[in-house]
Structure formats: structure tokens, C-alpha cells
């Protein structure tokens, strides 16, 4: 199984990005699917989680400027940023696991993809 993110990169404050991990070797159709971050000397932080029915969850400090999608078809979820700010810049990493409450807790997460960096300058 493999989780590939991309779309990160460096933006202006109040810009935007949008992030995209495929995942490949098995379909998660089923499964929650989500994305976490860590910026350089803080510990991860939960940012968004979509279940597999639609059902969405977001960090209070990303609500409203992110929003978190998914295609089942393409074994892909994304993450739209927008109003981007500095403290937003952290490795951002895409997981998967049967329980969005996993995600949201951080805690004994199935899959991992390798982070995405986001650098947002002010």
C-alpha cells in the first residue's frame, strides 16, 4: 500500500494550495481518510478527516479556510487551503484508517504517506 501526496509548495499569506494523495495497492472506499501536520518543533497536529460516506471533520484552526474531499473512483483524497497562513507552513501528512476518531486522535493510524511540505510566507 501506498500513499502519495503532492501539491505542496511555497505561497504567499492568504494564498491558496490544494493537496491531493492517491492511494494505491487497495481500495479505501471504506475507509476514513484524512490529514495530519507538523510544523518544525511542534508535535502533529490533527488538520481534516473525511469517512467514507462524506462525513467531515476539521481542526478548529483550519475550519473555515480548509476544506477536505475525496474520490473514490480515484483512491484519492485532497485538501483544499485557502487564506493560508504562516503557522499553517508544517510537513503535512495524508493517513488512512478504518476510524476517522483514529485520525482525529492521532492515535494507531493504518497508513501513512510520506508529508508534503507547505512553506506560507507573510
Known amino acids: 500500500v501506498q500513499l502519495q501526496a503532492s501539491g505542496g509548495g511555497l505561497v504567499q499569506a492568504g494564498g491558496s494550495l490544494r493537496l491531493s494523495c492517491a492511494a494505491s495497492?487497495?481500495?479505501?472506499?471504506?475507509?476514513?481518510m484524512g490529514w495530519l501536520r507538523q510544523a518544525p518543533g511542534k508535535e502533529r497536529e490533527f488538520v481534516a478527516a473525511?469517512?467514507?460516506?462524506?462525513?467531515?471533520y476539521y481542526a478548529d484552526s483550519v475550519k473555515g479556510r480548509f476544506t477536505i474531499s475525496r474520490d473514490n473512483a480515484k483512491n484519492t483524497v485532497y485538501l483544499q487551503m485557502n487564506s493560508l497562513q504562516p503557522e499553517d507552513t508544517a510537513v503535512y501528512y495524508c493517513a488512512v484508517d478504518p476510524s476517522s476518531r483514529s485520525l482525529r486522535l492521532d492515535y494507531g493510524i493504518d497508513y501513512w504517506g510520506k508529508g508534503t511540505q507547505v512553506t506560507v510566507s507573510s
Open positions: 495497492g487497495r481500495t479505501f472506499s471504506s475507509y476514513a
Open positions: 473525511i469517512t467514507w460516506s462524506g462525513s467531515t
